[in-house]
């Protein structure tokens, strides 16, 4: 990077805190993976120190002092992009009291593995006292953080900056509109085109057939590894030299870990191809979990739910599994892994009701954030929202309220960047077609090389340097649009469903 001597000195004093940022991300992931469970309450005590030590640099007077020195570098300059993320950082910082970062970060560590424990036993009553505590933190935080409209627009902005819940809730209902027809129809289908999906598979062989397709997308083993975890996640450790991937099986069906492994080598893509330059500045990583998520789901989806890319994997996957699907035509299992139907859980719906379960959820933090649903309430509330949008109603709590560990870590907010991701990943997939009709025809040889490139070029290198918005207008020629993802969805699922 070209920086003048001022914001090189920003970038300088700041490089700490990202390293113990860095050193963070290691603690969550070991203790995700590899931790014994008797790791628990020293390792909370431990994030919480580098959280609090990384808080306190970025929120400091040498802070504000660099950043005075920096003034205002020439706009679109990698120097202005520098200050306008490290100015934004440093007022956030000032605003969250470092005894309030620390308490969330022990808080969140004990929480998540009674999280796990509450899931295993059905217990949500033994997760109840950590969720409590966790809101009253989030609900604090939002008074520090500052808002217009609504203490939740607070909260979303630390995942989405400019995000507003208002905003959302159009977003949402142009969603809801846009596909109810469809959704209602799948409903009524209630056909048996999932059957080829289950069977005996062993976990070895998947995670050979995840990886082959994750090498094949271009993610770099070199810099990164696959391990298991009870929830799939991507994390990085200071920049694209070690980006990794967890995920998770399940011995009788095929499509969670493999479509967590896609979903995960998407967001893994993204950390991977951000500039070296940005390494420990704060222009590293991805620019928004709305951004990151249309990258994750692009793979996922897009890509890995698609007719060019199975018509090159599939003989590959019949040769893995061939007790399982040496008897199923190609046709067939493209309509089994783009099977619709309203479901319990949300890492496993289709693309055309996932919505609804982000939906659900938006409605149920922004209840708790504002105090009108109490937390040993979430339970008949989580249920009542199925039935209200999905038309369903969940086996037990594992199936329903426990089966995501957002809350139980602090992430409120969280959930609508899923979504936004949906719609961006078709905008964005969509602008590389435009650019390189011969996308399609790659796919369908098992090649990726023009549409990681177009990202790379568009999406990836740029790290935080555009805003979302911004980055999405630059990329795509307009903001921020539902009417790609929705021709998408109604194009897909009218063939498939004969709508
Ligand atoms: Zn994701």
Redo the contacts with the bound molecule.
């Keep these: 990077m070209n920086l003048d001597k001022h914001t090189r000195a920003l970038v300088d004093h700041l490089s700490a805190a990202a390293d113990l940022d860095s050193a963070a991300a290691v603690l969550h992931w070991d203790q995700q993976t590899y931790m014994p469970p008797g790791g628990v309450p020293a390792r909370a005590e431990a994030l919480a120190t580098l959280s609090g030590l990384s808080h306190g640099i970025t929120a400091s007077d040498e802070t504000a002092r660099l950043l005075d020195a920096a003034g205002d570098p020439e706009a679109g300059s990698d120097a202005e992009a520098v200050v306008r993320v490290a100015r934004r950082n440093h007022e956030r910082a000032t605003k969250l009291p470092s005894g309030l970062v620390a308490e969330t970060s022990r808080a969140t560590a004990l929480a998540e593995p009674a999280w796990r424990r509450a899931r295993a036993d059905r217990d949500f009553g033994s997760l109840v006292p950590h969720l409590q505590k966790i809101l009253g933190l989030q609900r604090e935080a939002a008074q520090h953080l500052g808002y217009e409209a609504h203490p939740y627009d607070a909260l979303l902005d630390r995942y989405e900056p400019g995000a507003t819940k208002a905003r959302l809730e159009s977003m949402f209902a142009d969603l809801k509109r846009g596909t109810a027809d469809m959704v209602r129809a799948v409903s009524a289908a209630r056909d048996e085109r999932t059957a080829p999906l289950r069977g005996a598979f062993d976990e070895a062989r998947q995670e050979t057939f995840g990886k082959a397709i994750a090498s094949a997308f271009g993610y770099d083993w070199g810099r990164g590894r696959q391990d298991r975890a009870p929830h799939p996640f991507c994390i990085n450790f200071g920049g694209p030299g070690d980006v990794r991937m967890t995920t998770r099986f399940d011995p009788d069906r095929l499509s969670p870990a493999l479509f967590a492994t896609l ?1 995960e080598a998407g ?1 893994a893509l993204y950390e991977q191809g951000v500039d070296p330059a940005y390494n420990r500045t704060p222009l590293a990583g991805g620019v928004s979990l709305g951004i ?2 249309s990258q ?1 789901r692009l793979w996922e989806n897009v890509v890995g739910r698609s007719r060019s890319f199975w018509s090159h994997f599939y003989p590959r996957l019949q040769d893995a599994f061939p007790e399982a699907f040496g008897g199923t035509s190609a046709g067939d299992f493209y309509r089994a892994i783009n099977a619709a139907a309203p479901s319990e859980i949300r890492v496993e719906a289709d693309e055309l009701t996932y919505n609804l379960h982000v939906v659900l959820r938006f409605e149920l933090e922004v209840a708790l954030v504002e105090g009108s649903l109490d937390v040993p309430d979430l339970p008949d509330a989580w249920n009542a929202k199925m039935e209200e949008h999905l038309g369903i109603s969940p086996t037990d709590d594992a199936r329903g309220v426990l089966q995501d560990d957002h809350w139980a870590i602090g992430f409120f907010g969280y959930f609508p960047t899923y979504t936004l991701g949906n719609v961006l990943s078709v905008q964005l997939f969509e602008a590389a077609l435009e650019a390189h009709p011969e996308i399609p025809a790659e796919m369908q040889r098992g090649e990726f090389g023009a549409l990681l490139a177009w990202l790379r070029e568009n999406v990836h290198r740029h790290g935080k340097k555009h805003d979302p918005e911004a980055l999405i207008e630059q990329a795509t020629g307009r903001p921020p649009d539902t009417a790609p993802y929705l021709r998408y969805l109604r194009e897909k699922f009218g063939e498939l469903y004969d709508l």
């Design positions: 979903h967001h990151h998520e994750s």
